[in-house]
T-cell receptor, first 115, second 112 residues
Framework: DAGVTQSPTHLIKTRGQQVTLRCSPKSGHDTVSWYQQALGQGPQFIFQYYEEEERQRGNFPDRFSGHQFPNYSSELNVNALLLGDSALYLC??????????????FGPGTRLTVL | GESVGLHLPTLSVQEGDNSIINCAYSNSASDYFIWYKQESGKGPQFIIDIRSNMDKRQGQRVTVLLNKTVKHLSLQIAATQPGDSAVYFCAERGIGDYKLSFGAGTTVTVRA
């Protein structure tokens, strides 16, 4: 049973460029959340996708956008990259069980470096 | 504002001893708590979770304790092994919320 997978593993971009990161959820999961983890800090919530719609968003600018596909996989897009966007981007998948919280399982992350 | 934090940024423990990692949270509306372990260069790995209607939950070599009165969460690791060396994060989720809020983490180093 494959866990959460992310691609690419590493990425180097320059300021002003755009980037797309990809995530495939764990088998049986239908919800995908994205987090940004700066060096030495805990992950910060970007947004969550369920039924192909963004249903909650953290404190991130509109430069951060996403998409969820019918097969539950997801993309994170970041436009007009800034040096401060350099971080580990984590995808977490879970199974929607209504009001009861279900465990979020994380992928290995994509390390983005902005020069 | 709401935050989840850990009492100590680092913890050094002798192999074979028990470890206790502490976490304080400020959101009294939190109803779900979870511990993750993150090794260098990897994503967070689920360890154990607990809901607010419980005080204690045990897993394999790990126990999570929840004290809602003082808004404190702890993770106990029995017979700590070298493979337990990692950064440990507690996270919480509020009622009606979907996001997890993380603290800064505690780095655990196991001495041989």
């Amino acid at each position: 049973d494959a866990g959460v997978t992310q691609s690419p593993t590493h990425l180097i971009k320059t300021r002003g460029q755009q980037v797309t990161l990809r995530c495939s959820p764990k088998s049986g999961h239908d919800t995908v959340s994205w987090y940004q983890q700066a060096l030495g800090q805990g992950p910060q919530f970007i947004f969550q996708y369920y039924e192909e719609e963004e249903r909650q968003r953290g404190n991130f600018p509109d430069r951060f956008s996403g998409h969820q596909f019918p097969n539950y996989s997801s993309e994170l897009n970041v436009n007009a990259l800034l040096l401060g966007d350099s971080a580990l981007y984590l995808c977490a998948s879970s199974r929607d069980v209504g009001v009861v919280a279900d465990t979020q399982y994380f992928g290995p992350g994509t390390r983005l470096t902005v020069l | 504002g709401e935050s989840v934090g850990l009492h100590l940024p680092t913890l050094s423990v002798q192999e074979g001893d028990n470890s206790i990692i502490n976490c304080a949270y400020s959101n009294s509306a939190s109803d779900y708590f979870i511990w993750y372990k993150q090794e260098s260069g990897k994503g967070p790995q689920f360890i154990i979770d607990i809901r607010s209607n419980m005080d204690k939950r045990q897993g394999q070599r790990v126990t999570v304790l929840l004290n809602k009165t003082v808004k404190h969460l702890s993770l106990q690791i029995a017979a700590t092994q070298p493979g337990d060396s990692a950064v440990y994060f507690c996270a919480e989720r509020g009622i009606g919320d979907y996001k997890l809020s993380f603290g800064a983490g505690t780095t655990v180093t196991v001495r041989a």
